[in-house]
């Protein structure tokens, strides 16, 4: 069990969005108290005392859409690597999605990677069940999962449905959330043939178009209005799909953005190449505009990393054989606390968005907020100061970041996981282990 820690003094990010200048002491795992001073003398002997003069105290950011490829794909990443990823991010749990190899169908697969991330994972740890095509009563009975997740296109085998009386099929039976990839496969098939031959990766945003995302948001939202069905539409990417939420989103839908769709766009192709290549694809300018809005007048709730490392080698095949997907999980809180060091969003909002909504629409107790008896898992961010991402600096197995070169602020400077600092000033506490999340 964690030792009792005392934040000395730090901008604390309280529940209703103010901050206070305080003291935070965590006990067993826990938040124990919040205050403006919390006597030394109070404290027990074994206390670790942190001055955080100068630096804010954050809840730790849930990333709830991240590809850990572990088990099967591990030349690419890992949990104990991308854990470390999260730490270094300030991400103190994540949900982990199921094209790993066995995929994450049953739960066989699920117990396995539950073990896997109990021997390996800094920070805590939730999975998701991959749909198929006949592993229904698996959705509705694995457990723990933070929901289902569904393919509806830029899949290929098992997890690809793309078919509406299958996807009928599993919206129409259980409650469980039910979070998809939103791309029309068929459309995408066909664009694909085309735009055959064309090896500039700036194509890719061409073949798997705003169409096809947007007809496959319009099918699921049918469904999910249909069935009174929790939706989650994962790394929704396009101007006409926010537009569309903006019109008629129902109480029981939820959506979230990732930062490279709000702030990378159809340009950085031109820059970074095959390294831009994610699905589904960077959109224009016009379209980050528009998910700003949209995501600073709650029309989408959520921010997600869909961290999905490559090798380098893998991203120099060549496109169209060059795979899709970028890490996200190292960058994205300083990413998004320097844009609102910038102006463009609060430091609360950037909070909610990574923390306490993520909290909320995956119904995890206990996490997401400061206040006395929720869980010690907190950042400590520093808003002061401004630092590159260095690809000499990346965690994550990959090497490299989409972003590298960006002078960010608000890195964090410790992650505490459990009341455990997993994270502390560019050091990795290896021997932290987070814990199974648990739902609902
Ligand atoms: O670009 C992506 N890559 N998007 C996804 O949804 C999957 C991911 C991967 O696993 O590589």
Redesign the pocket.
Known sequence: MSKPLLIRQAQILLPDGDFLQGDVLTQAGRIAQVSPEIRASDLPADAQILDATGLTLLPGMIDPQV?FREPGLEHKEDLFTASCACARGGITSFLE?P?TRPLTIDQAALDDKLRRASEKSLVNYGFFIGATADNLEALLTANPVCGIKI?MG?MHGALLIDQEDLLEKIFAQGDRLIAV?AEDQARIFQRREQFAGITDPAIHSQIQDSQAALMATQLALKLSKKYRRRLHIL?LSTAAEAELLRQDKPAWVTAEVTPQHLLLNTDAYATIGTLA????PLRSAHDNEVLWQALRDGVLDLIAT?H?P?TLEEKAQGYPHT????PGVETSMALMLTQAMQGRCTVPQVANWMSTAVAKAYQIPNKGLIQPGYDADLVLVDLNTYHPVRREEVVSKCGWSSFEGWNLTGWAVLTIVGGQIAFERGQLHTEVRGKALQFG
């Open positions: 590809h999605m094209n393919f830029s990839h790394h290549q994610m699905n589904p869909d999905a490559h795979p899709s997907g970028m």
